[in-house]
C-alpha cells in the first residue's frame, strides 16, 4: 500500500513530522528560484533529522535540459553545503493541459492518458514500487510467457 502526501511549498511542524516517519521523500520543484530556495531548505531540515533518502522530481520543464539544469544546481546546493547526495527521479514536462484538467475538476492521467507528462508519471510509479520499467508487453504474451 502506498499513500501519496502532498504537502505544499514550504515546510511546516506537520509536515516535517509526515516526512520523518516517510519511507520515501520526493522533493518536486519547478525551474523557478523560489522552487530551489524552498527545496533546500527542505532538504536542510529534513537531513538534519536523518532522513537521507531524497529523491528529486522535475516539474514543469521546459525542456530536458532545463529539468536537468535545475535539478543539478539544488544537488550541487546540497552537496556543497549539506555534505549529501540525492537523486533525481525524473523530468515532467511543462503541460497547459495540467491547468485546463484542473480547471474543468479533470484528472490529467486519465484524461490524456497518452501524454508524456502521464508516461513519466505512471513510470515513475512504477520505479518507487520497485516494479520492472520495461514494457510489459500485452496481456496474451504475458499470459502465455512469451514476454
Given amino acids: 500500500e502506498y499513500l501519496f502526501i502532498d504537502g505544499g511549498a514550504g515546510i511546516g511542524r506537520d509536515s516535517i513530522l509526515l516526512n520523518c516517519v516517510a519511507d520515501t521523500i ?3 520543484i519547478t525551474p523557478e528560484p523560489t522552487s530551489l530556495v524552498d527545496a533546500y531548505a527542505t ?3 529534513l537531513l538534519s533529522r536523518g532522513i537521507t533518502d531524497i529523491f528529486v522530481i ?12 535545475i535539478f543539478n544546481k539544488l544537488k550541487t546546493l546540497i552537496k556543497n553545503f549539506l555534505n549529501c547526495d540525492i537523486s533525481l527521479l525524473g523530468i515532467l514536462p511543462y503541460d497547459k493541459n495540467i491547468s485546463k ?4 475538476q ?8 497518452k501524454s508524456i507528462f ?3 508519471i505512471y513510470s515513475f510509479t512504477r520505479i518507487l514500487c520497485g516494479i520492472d520499467t520495461e514494457k510489459r508487453g500485452n496481456f496474451f504474451a504475458r499470459l502465455l510467457g512469451s514476454h
Fill in 26 to 28: 520526493l522533493l518536486i
Fill in 43 to 45: 532538504a536542510k531540515i
Fill in 58 to 69: 522535475v516539474n514543469m520543464a521546459q525542456s530536458e535540459s532545463e529539468g536537468n539544469d
Fill in 101 to 104: 484538467c484542473v480547471r474543468r
Fill in 106 to 113: 479533470k484528472n490529467i492521467l486519465f484524461e490524456r492518458e
Fill in 118 to 120: 502521464a508516461s513519466r
